[in-house]
């Protein structure tokens, strides 16, 4: 388990800046939380890049309706 900080989100990835960098290909399991909301958010994703010193892509791959919503939900509020 490492910490990070996630710097860029959208529907289907982000990108997480973190110190411990898993290998290209892996299976991670994000949790975090959004601003404004006190529960935190899990859900299953692959990294499809990984950038030395700086952190991962990463796609969501599994995630439920509940997940998704709130993420749709962040993401407007961002766009906002």
Do not use: C
């Not at 529960?39 to 997940?67: C, K, L, S």
Request: hydrophobic letters at 40%.
């Amino acid at each position: 388990m490492a910490d990070g900080y996630i710097t860029n989100i959208s529907r289907s990835g982000a990108f997480v800046k973190v110190d411990s960098l898993p290998p290209l290909g892996s299976i991670v399991d994000l949790e975090f939380t959004t601003p404004g909301v006190r529960e935190r958010h899990t859900v299953v994703a692959y990294v499809i890049h990984v950038a030395e010193g700086r952190g991962i892509g990463i796609q969501f791959i599994g995630g439920n309706d509940q997940f998704r919503s709130r993420l749709d939900e962040h993401i407007a509020r961002l766009a906002g």
